[in-house]
C-alpha cells in the first residue's frame, strides 16, 4: 500500500520511522544518548568512518531502558565492524578491544581501543594503455595520472580518485569509448603488500565535426559561430563545449542554451554538435538609481537594440543625470568576424560637470578599434575629437581635440561576485598635436593596476596603484579640464571631496596637475558569503613637479556588501 501526504508518495524509510514511533520504539538519537561510544587509537577519516558504522541499532531500547541482550550482541560485533571500517585505509590485520562501562541512571559508555597494525602498502604498479591513443598517452601523460605509487599506503578511497582521474583524462583527450578491461588490486596480508594493475582500452579518438544552430534564425550564422569554442576537426573535448556554453551565457542575448552531442552517431569518429538556442528579446530599457558621494544622488536610463540589422551589432543609449553630473552616451558595436571579444566601436556623448574645483560641457566623437588577446587581455587603437568648454579657477576656455590612443588591459579575477585572489593592469598612452587639428600639443601616459591576495583567517589584501604623466608644448592653462589631473574621492584618496586635491593657482584655487600619484592597501575580513569589513589607507595627489609632490593621506573603516551585480561598498574615512 502506497502512503500520500501533500499529493506526494512517502518513502518507504520515512513509512517505518513513523511506525516505530507510533509503536512506542525511540529513533537511534535516543539510543545515542544513553550509549556514548569513544575511540582511541585513531584520528581522522579512519575515526570518523567508524562513527558512521557503529551506530546504536533502534530496537537497543525498549520502554526507554537500554535492551541488555541487545546492547551485549551490538558490543560483541564491533570487532568485525570496526575491521571493515578499517580496511579501505589498508589496514587489514587490526588489533580492536571493546570495553563496555556501566554509568548511573541506566547510561552506559563503550571505549573502543585499536591498534591499527602493519598498513598494506602498494609494492607494485602495473598501469598500461592499449588501442590506437596507447603510445602517445603512455609517453605524455601516464606517469603522473595515477596518484598511488610503490610504498604508498593502500587506501581505497585514493585508488577509487585515481582510476576515476587516469579514465577522465584519456577521455578528455578525446578517446570517448575509453574503459577498463583490468582494474585489480592482488593483496598478500602477510606480506602487507598490494599490487595494482590498470589496463585500459582507448579506443578511436573522436573530433568535433560540423556545429549547426536552431532557434536563433534572427542572428546571422556567422555571428553565432563568434560563440564556439572549437573548430571543425579539433579533438572532442567536454570542456570546449563547456566553454562555448559559458560563451553564449555570457552574451546575455538567449535564454536557454542547450549544446546536443552523440558520440554514437559519429560518422568517421567526428561527433556532429547541435546548438539549440532561445533567444531573448532584443530591444531593453533599464533605469537604475544609486547614490555616490563623488556623483550624489543619480538615476540612469538604458536601452540596448541586440540585433541591430539583423547583423548581432549593438545598439546601446544611455543617460545618467546626478547632481554634480549629467551626460549622454551612445555606443554602436560592430562585433568582430572571429574573435568573440574583438569588436568595432563607434562612441558618441555629451558631459556636463559642475564641481567646487571646475565647471566643463564636453561633445566627444571616438571611433575605436578593439581587439581580444585571450586569456583575460584587451587592446584597442581610437581616435578621438571632443570639444570641451571649461572653467578652472579663474580661466574660462574652449578647447579642440583630436587625440589618437592606444589601450591595454588584462584582468585575472576568478570569481565575478566575490573575487578571492587575481589582479588587473591597464596602460594607456594619448596624444594631440596642432598638426593633427588640436587647440594644443600634449602625450599623456596613464597606467593602473590592482592586485587581491588572500592571507589567512578569512582576511584579503587589496592594493591599488594609479599614475598619470603629461608633457605638452603650449602653456598648462591651454590643457582642457578632462585631461588634467585631479585627485580625491571615493575611488581616489578617500576622507577629500571628489576631485579636490590638486596644484592651486595664486588665489587658492585647485587647478588639476600634470602628473598624478594615487596608491591604496584594504585590508579586509570576509564575514559570511555576502558581508566583508575593511580597514584601508589611501595616499596619492596629482602635481606639476616630480621633486615637489603633496601627497595627502586618508584612512578609515569600510563596510561591504557583495551582490550579483556588484559590491555595495560604505566607507568612513578622514584626512590624516
Known amino acids: 500500500m502506497a502512503f500520500y501526504l501533500f499529493g506526494k508518495k512517502i518513502p518507504s524509510w520515512i513509512r517505518w520511522l513513523l511506525l516505530l514511533w507510533l509503536l512506542g520504539f525511540p529513533l537511534p538519537s535516543a539510543a545515542a544518548e544513553l550509549l556514548s561510544i569513544g575511540f582511541e587509537g585513531v584520528t581522522g577519516e579512519m575515526r570518523d568512518n567508524l562513527a558512521a558504522l557503529l551506530v546504536p541499532p533502534p530496537n537497543l531500547l525498549q520502554n526507554g531502558v537500554v535492551n541488555e541482550r541487545w546492547l551485549q550482541r551490538f558490543v560483541d560485533r564491533v570487532p568485525q565492524t570496526a575491521a571493515r571500517a578499517l580496511k579501505p585505509f589498508g589496514y587489514y590485520e587490526p588489533e580492536i578491544e571493546a570495553e563496555l562501562e556501566a554509568l548511573d541512571a541506566g547510561r552506559y559508555r563503550l571505549t573502543v581501543r585499536i591498534d591499527p597494525g602493519p598498513a598494506i602498502r602498494v609494492t607494485e604498479r602495473r598501469i598500461d594503455l592499449q588501442g590506437p591513443g596507447a603510445d602517445y598517452y603512455r609517453v605524455m601523460v601516464l606517469p603522473e595520472a595515477f596518484p598511488l605509487r610503490p610504498g604508498d599506503v593502500l587506501h581505497q578511497g585514493v585508488y577509487e580518485e585515481g582510476k576515476t582521474a587516469l579514465l577522465r583524462s584519456v577521455r578528455d583527450l578525446g578517446y570517448l569509448d575509453a574503459d577498463y578491461t583490468v582494474h585489480a588490486i592482488r593483496l598478500d596480508v602477510a606480506r602487507a603488500a598490494a599490487e595494482i594493475e590498470l589496463v585500459v582500452e582507448t579506443g578511436p579518438r573522436y573530433r568535433f565535426g560540423d556545429a549547426s544552430f536552431s532557434g536563433a534564425e534572427q542572428y546571422p ?3 553565432l559561430r563568434r560563440y564556439l569554442a572549437f573548430e571543425s576537426g579539433d579533438i572532442f573535448s567536454y570542456a570546449r563545449l563547456g566553454e562555448t556554453q559559458l560563451n553564449l551565457l555570457d552574451a546575455d542575448r538567449f535564454r536557454e542554451i542547450q549544446l546536443l552531442t552523440d558520440h554514437t552517431a559519429a560518422e568517421e569518429d567526428r561527433i556532429p554538435v547541435e546548438v539549440v538556442l532561445v533567444p531573448a528579446p532584443t530591444m531593453r530599457l533599464r533605469p537604475g ?11 540612469s536610463l538604458r536601452f540596448d537594440h541586440l540585433n541591430l ?3 548581432g551589432h549593438q545598439l546601446g543609449l544611455q543617460l545618467n543625470a546626478s547632481e554634480l553630473r549629467q551626460s549622454a552616451l551612445a555606443v554602436y558595436t560592430m562585433p568582430a568576424a572571429r574573435r568573440l571579444q574583438s569588436a568595432n566601436i563607434l562612441r558618441a556623448g555629451y558631459e556636463r560637470e559642475e564641481l567646487d574645483t571646475f565647471d566643463r560641457e564636453k561633445l566627444t566623437l571616438e571611433a575605436e578599434r578593439l581587439r581580444d588577446f585571450g586569456r583575460g587581455r584587451k587592446g584597442s587603437l581610437y581616435v578621438q575629437l571632443f570639444q570641451e568648454t571649461y572653467s578652472v579657477g579663474q ?8 587625440i589618437p590612443g592606444v589601450r591595454f588591459f588584462r584582468r585575472r579575477y576568478r570569481e565575478l561576485v566575490r573575487p578571492r585572489q587575481g589582479h588587473q593592469y591597464a596602460l594607456e598612452m594619448r596624444g594631440g598635436h596642432q598638426l593633427l ?3 594644443t600639443g600634449l602625450l599623456q601616459i596613464l597606467a593602473s593596476a590592482n592586485v587581491l591576495h588572500p592571507l589567512p583567517g578569512r582576511f584579503s589584501l587589496f592594493s591599488r596603484l594609479e599614475g598619470g604623466f603629461t608633457t605638452q608644448n603650449q602653456p598648462f592653462r591651454k590643457i582642457p579640464a578632462s585631461l588634467r589631473f585631479f585627485a580625491g574621492g571615493d575611488q581616489s584618496v578617500r576622507g577629500y571631496p571628489y576631485q579636490s586635491l590638486g596644484p592651486e593657482d595664486d588665489q587658492g584655487d585647485v587647478i588639476g596637475g600634470k602628473h598624478l600619484l594615487v596608491g591604496s592597501l584594504e585590508l579586509e575580513r570576509a564575514l559570511g558569503e555576502r558581508w566583508g569589513l575593511a580597514l584601508f589607507y589611501d595616499v596619492g595627489n596629482a602635481f606639476n613637479d616630480f621633486d615637489r609632490m603633496d601627497l595627502k593621506q586618508g584612512a578609515g573603516l569600510g563596510l ?4 550579483p551585480v556588484g559590491p555595495i561598498r560604505l ?4 584626512q590624516i
Do not use: P, Q
Open 289 to 299: 538609481i544609486g547614490y555616490g558621494t563623488d556623483t550624489g544622488a543619480r538615476v
Open 395 to 402: 580661466e574660462k576656455n574652449t578647447a579642440r581635440m583630436v
Open 309 to 311: 540589422l539583423h547583423r
Open 560 to 563: 561591504r556588501r557583495y551582490t
Open 221 to 223: 550564422d556567422s555571428f
Open 571 to 574: 566607507d568612513l574615512a578622514r
Open 437 to 439: 587639428g588640436s587647440d
